[in-house]
């Protein structure tokens, strides 16, 4: 298939089928990515950060898991998908640095897990598999024809979920 289509940092795309959607380097971020199965429309997203109430600079909605996943969804429905038909999958959340200072305000993939479980159950879009935590990066791919997120990892091999 020819038709990879490239998730940056801090950014969201969606698609529909056929193509693949995928994004380097998820370390702390996390990568949201949504799929209907029924109408083969795909959505992933980058997030950096929890949530765009805590930031000053909150002008990049793909930024954020609260701002992206809504904007993810109302993408993914605008290309046919049906909202209550969107499942989800997630990747990434590591702890990429051993602190000392156990901060909850260091702890931020834990923290962006945390928020984007919170907002897919706002939604009402049932988590169907993770691969978050850890202190390793993952690069990731979705594939629009099954809704199979492949993951990529240094040191821990590939992984489908």
Same mark, same amino acid.
């Given at each position: ?10 950014d969201l795309r969606s698609s529909r089928?056929?193509?693949? =959607? ?9 990568? /949201?990515?949504l799929y209907d199965p029924g109408r ?10 929890? @949530?765009?109430?805590?930031?000053r600079n909150n002008s990049n909605i793909?930024? %954020? ?6 904007? =993810?969804?109302?993408?993914?429905? @605008?290309?046919? *998908?049906?909202?209550?038909? /969107? ?6 959340? *590591?702890?990429? %640095?051993? %602190? !000392? ?10 923290? !962006?897990?945390?928020? @984007? ?6 939604? !009402?879009?049932?988590? =169907?598999?993770?691969?978050? $935590?850890? !202190? ?14 492949? /993951?990529?990892?240094?040191?821990? $091999?590939?992984?489908?979920?």
């Amino acid at each position: 298939m020819d038709n990879i289509i490239k998730v940056g940092m801090a950014d969201l795309r969606s698609s529909r089928h056929p193509c693949r =959607l995928t994004t380097l380097g998820l370390g702390s971020c996390v990568g /949201i990515a949504l799929y209907d199965p029924g109408r083969k429309v795909v959505g992933l997203a980058h997030i950096m950060l929890p @949530s765009s109430q805590q930031a000053r600079n909150n002008s990049n909605i793909a930024k %954020f898991a609260d701002t992206a996943t809504y904007k =993810l969804v109302e993408d993914m429905v @605008s290309l046919g *998908a049906v909202k209550s038909h /969107i499942v989800a999958k997630l990747a990434g959340g *590591a702890q990429m %640095f051993s %602190f !000392n200072d156990t901060s909850e305000m260091l702890r931020i993939g834990a923290r !962006n897990v945390t928020a @984007s479980k919170e907002i897919l159950k706002q939604l !009402n879009i049932p988590i =169907l598999a993770e691969d978050t $935590g850890g !202190n390793y990066g993952r690069t990731i791919e979705i594939d629009s024809a099954s809704g199979k997120l492949l /993951i990529k990892t240094i040191g821990h $091999g590939t992984e489908v979920i």
